[in-house]
């Protein structure tokens, strides 16, 4: 039997319906999630989705981190549940405190969607252990508020641990500090990240399928375990 | 019904490109002799009962984000 | 008892039936609400009284230029009577849109709308509930929203005022769009000193649905209960885009901010998913989204579509301020609301799933026997008028029409006068500064603010010639869509000139493979009531119907937008095109980059010496003058026909469409796509090859080793190809043989740097 991946899907989720469909094609088993039910219906990885949730009103994801389904997410993931959070769903982790720092609005103050270049820093994750050490991808960005910030020494302190998990080449699209663009928890089964693989797993309609080890690096972590 | 107003500011190290944008623009209309501007929220609560230490809290836990974010409370509850 | 004979009851006097009736006397307003005499004295004729208060608002609105179509609609007739036989067409005109059969059991429905007086006024909040706006016409239509579109034209790009405008606009569009969960997929950005102070903001929208659940707006079935959903009611946007679209901006336009509405595109999603699991519940009876002009339209229209009555009892509609009068909360145009028309059996269910998606819904009448729309406040009768005398049997002109008395003027000032680049190092010179030109430089400075990739179904967007999307991830099945207007074309020719942005936008869907089915219009154009704008709408319609017909692609719906005018001048007519095309298998589509070394680069179609009107002209020349390009619909179909078989063949390694900049402006963007260069050689005079907007043409890459069979299918279908060169992956560069070459980081440099130079 396949693994099970649930997504979750909060008022103003967008992302979900493709979150389930990279799922899916990496061949896990994907699981909808709503967030008003606090079970996870036994499933072994979690994924928070982008989008809007409540339409990013207060703080992108502020609301959402207090849904039923939340304070579930939260208590497994500090016993190892493997979580991944895609742009609003980073958000959510770093509100609810399952990632260090926050995501602040872009520099330039626009929404950006481009297709862009990420260096994996980090392949000991639940969610990166695909990659090869340094490689290189292409994958979507698309954000209004994916500027990562933190104080000197929680970087300093993720540099060390070796908690950064991706990082933008070419031009920084949102003025992440030290070019930012994913993170993980000590333990390494949470990770956030502020591009979108889920739209990179069909060569027709993305740039390319990079997006796609992410997916399949956790149905590894699970299936080893 | 007293009301409570919270402001909530980015902290003085996070780097506020709304307000810099602000501050950029004044120049251009005008206005000299302002020399940074930084943007914050104020939410204004009209309470019935509540006290001091669970204003802190609501404020300490959902409107403002203290990774990123300072807050005051002003007016009586 | 009425709040008017309550004693001590401090509301303000209500104007009830019964008030109405007992005093056929006072003096109403009507002029100041847009209402001429005779129009008021029909009004009184089909009541056999005076109007209330709150009925007066309701004719005034409903019989307004923007809601009644009333000057348009006997030029909009054409595309009804001269539509082409179809059989893809399962609901014409006449709906909130279109929808059209697309094959394995699948129904689209598009549609594209304009926004443009709110979004002068207000940029972010009038375009973000212009996106808000369409997609709830696509929604009403029992259809998911899969994308959407913006074709958008502001004044000078240098001007001060429009900075203001772009970002706002932009901004808007994305803020609403992005939050929620539609890609934008392709759309226009135009600058034209024509457009200043009436930007045009146009929104398309497209979705997708099971072709046996079309939804309808008809509110049948006697005792069916009526359900407004979403949205509080409030004061915002009173009289919003039917007052402003009804009439010419005069001076202090800021005295109209508070009738700009504004969008809560949250609120809007959530109305969506529940309107979509009602829909797929199978518990509505009717639907129809609340646009402009409120609840006033869409209770007459449902109940005029149902050829039924309906009682609504107006207190129930749940307020944003309590204070708010019967005419008020009939006009209010507040966003992200619907009305449902439900079984009683079935209005739990529909609470229950509306509670589900944290959406208000709340039964606020009932459908009634016999043929009047009865409104009452606190059980009293403020209005009691028969729906189709407001929805549809609104007042009917032929306004005057006159062909501008510098059209032959203007028409004899033939651009292929003007002096011409005559060396190599004069062309390449030409080449930069056009490409550098706000019309055609590269526009990702807007479109990188949209998200084009949300739903994953995303196969080609801008800046492609047309934006593809997947319908079906098992049979693959997909669309394309463009949009297209040319107002310097329309200035020159408006009835050649609508037809010209119906073959651009049908060429283009072309170009990537899909087979043009059907089409949808924004006609953009100055006011009614000057006979030179009537001419040249008449003139557009009916160049538009009769293109129409010729190419088999019936009109399904689309929107009129009067009043474009600053004081006595008008912009540019601007009808804005969009074809929508199906693909049997949307892998086949064919992408505009350039990307194989050795690819034999062709030009398909003829050239000619075609320069009035073009973007050369304009940039190089400040000039508008001329005849625009010769229309050929039959050339336009025969390379439609080899650029579809050439995808479904698999023989087109990449296409791009010819069009505004001509040949040199599609080999500019078709090597900068994926930054790889190409080398070419013109045996006809290099200007004129390069320049020149010549229409039924498109530039194609093919593998060597297709060349004979491609060139075949050319002949086959009697379209000219002419080899012009080959690409060259490691050369970086565009070389035009015995003229100039240029490095592609020059070119990258000169066509990327405008927009961000201009907006940041």
């Known amino acids: 039997m396949s693994p099970k991946v649930g997504v979750v899907t909060f008022p103003g989720s967008l992302d979900d319906r493709d979150a389930l469909r990279a799922v899916r094609i990496s061949g896990a088993e994907p699981i909808p999630l709503w967030h008003k039910d606090a079970s996870l219906h036994g499933v ?171 997916f399949t690096s956790v149905l590894r972590k699970l299936v080893a375990a | 019904m007293p009301r409570v107003v919270v402001d909530v500011m980015l902290k003085p190290e996070i780097a506020d490109p709304q307000g810099q944008a602000i501050a950029n623009a004044l120049p251009n209309l005008g206005f000299t002799g302002v020399s940074s501007v930084r943007q914050g929220k104020r939410f204004e609560l009209e309470v019935e009962s509540i006290d001091e230490a669970q204003l802190q809290k609501l404020a300490d836990t959902l409107l403002a984000n203290p990774v990123i974010e300072t807050y005051s409370i002003r007016g009586q509850a | 008892m009425s709040a008017s004979q309550a004693p001590g009851h401090l509301a303000p006097v209500l104007d009830t039936v019964s008030a109405a009736t007992n005093s056929p006397d006072v003096e109403q307003p009507y002029r100041e609400l847009g209402l001429a005499d005779d129009e008021y004295a029909r009004v009184r004729d089909i009541l056999g009284r005076r109007p209330t208060q709150t009925e007066l608002a309701m004719y005034s609105i409903m019989w307004s ?36 059969d697309v094959g394995d059991g699948m129904a689209v429905t598009f549609k594209v709308e304009s926004h443009n007086h709110p979004s002068y006024i207000e940029p972010y909040q009038g375009a973000a509930t212009g996106v808000g706006g369409i997609v709830r016409d696509i929604l009403t239509m029992g259809a998911r929203p899969i994308a959407v579109m913006d074709p958008l034209r502001f004044g000078a790009a240098d001007h001060p005022d429009t900075k203001r405008v772009v970002n706002g606009v932009v901004a808007g569009i994305g803020g609403y769009g992005n939050c929620l969960g539609l890609p934008n997929i392709g759309g226009e950005v135009v600058f034209d000193s024509s457009y200043q102070g009436n930007p045009l903001v146009n929104a398309l929208c497209v979705g997708v649905m099971p072709a046996d659940r079309i939804q309808l707006s008809a509110a049948k079935g006697v005792g069916n209960i009526v359900v407004l959903l979403g949205a509080t009611t409030g004061r915002a946007g009173l009289g919003g885009v039917s007052v402003l679209a009804s009439a010419s901006f005069e001076e202090g336009a800021e005295d109209a901010r508070p009738t700009v509405q504004v969008g809560d595109p949250f609120t809007e999603k959530l109305l969506i998913e529940s ?46 301020e309590a204070s708010m009068e019967p005419h008020e909360i009939l006009a209010s145009e507040s966003q992200e609301r619907m009305l449902a028309i439900v079984t009683p059996e079935n209005l ?51 306004r005057p029409m006159a062909r501008p008395a510098d059209q032959d003027e203007l028409n004899s000032q033939h651009a292929e006068r003007l002096p011409r680049p005559r060396t190599g190092a004069e062309l390449k010179r030409t080449l930069l500064t056009m490409i550098a030109s706000p019309n055609l430089c590269d526009k990702s400075w807007i479109t990188e603010q949209y998200d084009r990739y949300v739903l994953g179904n995303t196969v080609l967007a801008q800046p492609e010639d047309a934006g593809v999307i997947r319908l079906s991830e098992e049979s693959y099945r997909g669309i394309a869509l463009s949009t297209d207007g040319n107002g310097r074309y329309t200035k020159l020719d408006p009835y050649a000139g609508a037809q010209l942005a119906l073959a651009e936008a049908y060429r283009n869907v072309a170009v990537t493979g899909a087979r043009p089915i059907a089409v949808t219009n924004c006609l ?237």
């Open chain 3, 348 to 398: 739990p269910k529909v609470l229950a799933i509306a509670d589900k998606w944290g959406v208000l819904a709340t039964a606020i009448g009932e459908v009634t026997d016999g043929d009047r729309l009865v409104i009452t406040w606190h059980g009293d009768p403020v209005v009691d008028v028969p729906p189709r005398s407001l929805a549809d049997e609104g007042p009917v002109y032929h």
């Open chain 3, 524 to 760: 953009n154009f100055g006011s009614p009531e000057d006979p030179e704008v009537m001419w040249q709408f008449a003139q557009a319609t009916t160049g538009l119907a009769e293109a129409c017909q010729t190419l088999r692609t019936p009109v399904t719906g689309g929107n009129v937008s009067f009043y474009n005018q600053t004081g006595d001048t008008a912009i540019h007519p601007t009808p804005v095109i969009g074809v929508l095309g199906v693909f049997d298998d949307v892998r086949q589509r064919t992408p505009m980059g350039l990307r194989n070394n050795g690819d034999v680069l062709f030009v398909l179609g003829t050239n000619s010496e075609e320069l009035s009107g073009s973007e050369w002209a304009s940039i190089m020349h400040n000039h508008l003058g001329g005849r625009p390009p010769r229309v050929d619909l039959a050339r336009e179909e025969a390379l439609a026909n080899v650029l579809i078989a050439g995808a479904q063949e698999s023989l087109i390694a990449a296409a791009h469409d010819l069009s505004g900049g001509g040949l040199a402006q599609a080999l500019v963007e078709s090597c900068l796509r994926y930054n790889v260069g190409a080398r070419v050689r013109f045996n006809e005079d290099a200007f004129l090859a390069l320049f020149a907007e010549s229409t039924a043409r498109a530039l194609v890459a093919i593998r060597p080793a297709d060349v004979k069979q491609f060139t075949k299918m050319c002949e086959r279908f009697g379209v000219r190809s002419t080899r012009i060169g080959t690409v060259d992956t490691s050369s970086k560069a565009l070389e035009i043989a015995g003229q100039f070459s240029v490095s592609l980081d020059e070119l990258r440099a000169a066509f990327e740097g405008t927009l961000p130079a201009l907006f940041n």
């Open chain 3, 65 to 100: 230029e923007h809601c009644s179509y009333k000057s348009s609609k006997v030029h909009l007739r054409q595309f009804g009577e001269k539509a082409p036989k179809t059989d893809v067409l399962l609901v014409g005109m006449g709906e909130n849109a279109g929808v059209v």
């Open chain 1, 44 to 214: 072994d990885a979690v994924v928070l989705p982008g989008g809007f949730s409540y339409g990013d009103y207060l703080r992108a994801g502020a609301i959402a981190r207090f849904s039923p389904v939340m304070t579930t997410i939260v208590e497994q993931a500090r016993q190892g549940l493997p979580v991944l959070g895609i742009c609003n769903g980073f958000q959510v982790l770093c509100e609810a405190h399952l990632l260090p720092g926050a995501l602040a609005r872009n520099s330039h103050l626009h929404f950006r969607n481009r297709d862009q270049r990420l260096r994996i820093e980090a392949t000991n994750t639940s969610w990166t252990n695909g990659y090869s050490a340094g490689q290189e991808i292409v994958i979507p960005v698309k954000n209004g508020e994916g500027r990562y910030v933190a104080d000197e020494r929680t970087l300093d302190e993720l540099e060390a641990r070796g908690q950064i998990v991706a990082r933008y080449l070419g031009s920084n699209p949102n003025g992440s500090l030290r070019d930012i663009a994913g993170i993980s928890n000590e333990a390494g089964n949470v990770v956030g990240v502020m591009p979108h693989p889920e739209h990179a797993v069909e060569a027709l309609t993305g740039p390319s399928t990079d997006g796609l080890v992410i």
């Open chain 3, 275 to 320: 309107c979509l699991e009602l829909f797929e519940q199978g518990l509505v009876v009717g639907i129809q989204d609340l646009g402009g002009a409120g609840l006033t339209c869409a209770t007459t229209e449902t109940a005029a579509a149902g050829r039924s009555g309906m009682r609504v009892e107006l207190s129930t509609v749940p307020l944003r």
